[in-house]
């Protein structure tokens, strides 16, 4: 085995460095993965940029990265579902699979999980990393390695689109056209949404998202009022939306999420900008407008899968930068300030569409 072990470690704020690390071991239940690609997530980048979100800081150095594919080049001798040469995508978080939530279908709950590049737990923008093999999942072969990387954000917003029980005919509020936002909008199409709207500040992205058709964008426009917005909202989808879902996190998002949802709706939200939010509760509460959170996802991996594997969602849209592993931080400062239009940003550990099926 080759012993180039090429991995990303995030040293503390604005010190993302390439360097060696040993080749992992893996246990009787895990599988060595020769890595392909690693999307960067807006959760990298602020780790990057501030060294924490919320309470988890970046205390040492962690390996970064979480949207990922790779290739098993070694199996745990009790893994029997997958072999060696088998492309798989990553679900980043592994629960403890004992406590009560993983026992109840809700390990996304699990106070144990260890999840890729959340401190203090390393990512895998790497050369070789260990998996647990139960959260990797084999890929059809003429699904691509950067689809399969895009698993992870597609399935925020499947919980999502679930957890705001987004059905047919439903009418839908997205905030927010950036990645989330726009795998949300894709999920809601596939799951029967006959209504959808989008908010952005940026006109570009919601071009983006009228590419892929959606049906009514809003573009939040500075200087404009808290009422302005709502009317120009009204204009739109006169009955208001059933379903609001916050893929933003800033206040202003979230507001708008809870004022904009129709009587007895539902807002959920995805983002988190800050640790605190002044929301208008007694307009939800006098409307019975239900507000749920959202954390990562639980038991999607398989339905956004089976989205991408049928054609019915196409997140390869979503990818606009491609970097050799070996210009990380370049990946790192495009994604950061949205260089070139930048939606989805994919490092490449190994030569571009080296593991993807030909033609793709």
Not at 101 to 109: A, I, P, Q, V
Not at 135 to 161: Q, Y
Not at 211 to 227: A, D, M, N, P, Y
Request: proline share 6%; with cysteine.
């Amino acid at each position: 085995m080759a012993k180039d072990n090429l991995t990303a470690v995030l040293h503390g704020i604005e010190d993302l460095r390439l360097e060696q690390r040993p080749i992992p071991e893996i246990s009787e239940n895990e599988v060595l993965l020769e890595m392909d690609c690693v999307g960067i997530c807006g959760s990298d980048v602020h780790y990057w940029v501030h060294g924490r979100i919320g309470h988890f800081i970046v205390e040492k150095p962690m390996i970064i990265g979480h949207e990922s594919s790779g290739v098993v080049v070694k199996c745990g001798k009790k893994v029997k579902h997958l072999k060696p040469g088998d492309r798989v995508a990553i679900e980043p978080g592994v629960p403890c699979r004992m406590c009560e939530f993983c026992k109840t279908g809700k390990y996304n709950l699990c106070p144990d999980v260890v999840f890729c590049a959340t401190p203090p737990d390393d990512g895998n923008l790497t050369k070789f990393y260990r998996h647990a093999a139960d959260f990797c999942f084999k890929l059809p072969p003429h699904v691509t390695m950067e689809e399969g990387a895009l698993l992870e954000p597609l399935s925020v917003g499947v919980h999502a689109c679930r957890r705001a029980d987004v059905g047919l005919g439903s009418e839908v509020m997205i905030c927010g056209a950036g990645p989330i936002g726009l795998a949300t909008l894709l999920a809601a199409q596939a799951m029967g949404a006959s209504n959808i709207v989008i908010t952005d500040l940026s006109q570009h992205r919601l071009d983006v998202a009228k590419s892929l058709g959606v049906h009514h964008t809003l573009l939040i426009e500075k200087g404009k009022t808290e009422e302005q917005t709502l009317a120009d909202l009204k204009k739109l989808m006169p009955n208001s939306p059933e379903k609001a879902i916050d893929a933003c996190g800033a206040e202003s998002t979230t507001r708008l999420a809870v004022l904009g949802t129709r009587s007895g709706g539902c807002v959920v939200v995805v983002g988190m900008a800050s640790m605190e939010t002044k929301l208008p509760l007694i307009s939800a509460a006098a409307r019975e407008v239900d507000i749920r959170g959202v954390f990562r996802y639980c038991n999607d991996y398989p339905t956004a899968l089976a989205l991408v594997a049928s054609k019915k969602v196409d997140v390869k849209r979503l990818v606009t930068h491609h970097f050799d592993m070996k210009d990380t931080l370049k990946a790192f400062e495009t994604a950061r300030y949205g260089h070139g239009n930048a939606i989805k940003v994919m490092i490449h550990c190994q030569p571009r569409d080296k593991n993807n099926p030909q033609p793709f």
